[in-house]
């Protein structure tokens, strides 16, 4: 019965890294909420990544065909898109918010060293999709905490 | 005595709302003759019409619409959330009006 149609997405953003964070703005009344939420709810920074920590991101891989995105950050980063193609979780249980994180992420599609002083070679990612789960994580790699850090991963459909 | 209206016509009852875990459901003001949907978000959609026996998926960036006389409509995600517009066109019963 039901009718799917083809894709188009508006909101594509998968993982997203903004830091210093943008202020909220509420819409603009007698338009539409074209974000749809305040930004804060999709920015998951919430303090500087220390050098040796990273952070990590999971996301339903499923929807997309490839993934793309863009990094930009005064230190030394070490990026990677891993992709898990498990059906459950080692107990049985199916995939949710709770568990996603302890799959096994085996299909390496990028492993990205960004420099600074190489943003044009670095500074953009594109991957293919391995898996049905994608795992994104960025682990701080110089001798300071960054002052400022943008990630962006995108999923597209095409 | 023809109706004034199309036979497909009514008035939209329209929402957005945002899908997580967490099974909730939007009951529309009055019966529906026809739903239309769209999954604005990046996560797939899980929809039921008959209060959770029965589900359907809608990936994320497409749309779904049929023909349904629904007065509720069930919906979560396996993972994280998504956002979406659904819009339910009343189902309308016009009073019949005398021959003049």
Redesign the interface.
């Known amino acids: 019965m039901p009718l799917s149609h083809y894709p188009k997405t508006v909101d594509n953003v998968v993982f997203a890294w903004v830091q210093p964070p943008p202020p909220d703005v509420p819409p603009q009344p007698g338009f539409p909420d074209f974000l749809g939420r305040a930004f804060s709810e999709l920015n998951r920074f919430r303090a500087p990544i220390v050098p040796g920590q990273s952070v990590v991101g999971f996301h339903d891989a499923q929807p997309f065909t490839r993934f793309y995105g863009s990094i930009a950050c005064d230190q030394p980063l070490d990026v990677s898109l891993t992709f898990s193609n498990d059906e459950v979780a080692a107990d049985g249980c199916i995939v949710s918010d709770d568990n996603i994180d302890s799959l096994n992420y085996d299909a390496h599609g990028l492993h990205q060293r960004y420099d600074p002083a190489k943003q044009e070679q670095t500074g953009k990612i594109f991957s293919m999709i391995f898996g049905r789960w994608i795992r994104i994580e960025a682990k701080a790699v110089g001798d300071v905490a960054p002052k400022f850090l943008r990630l962006f991963i995108r999923g597209s459909v095409f | 005595m023809s109706l004034t209206l199309p036979a497909d016509a009514g008035e939209p009852m329209s929402a957005?709302l945002?899908a997580a875990?967490e099974v909730k459901s939007i009951e529309f003001p009055t019966d529906t003759r026809q739903v239309s949907l769209r999954n604005?978000?990046?996560?797939?959609l899980w929809?039921s019409l008959d209060e959770g026996q029965s589900w359907?998926d809608?990936?994320?960036?497409?749309?779904?619409?049929?023909r349904v006389s629904i007065r509720e409509l069930w919906y979560c995600t396996?993972?994280?959330r998504t956002?979406f517009v659904v819009i339910g066109v009343a189902l309308l019963s016009p009073e019949p009006r005398e021959e003049s």
């Open positions: 957005v945002i875990r604005t978000g990046t996560n797939t929809l359907f809608v990936a994320c960036g497409t749309s779904w619409d049929d396996q993972v994280g956002r």
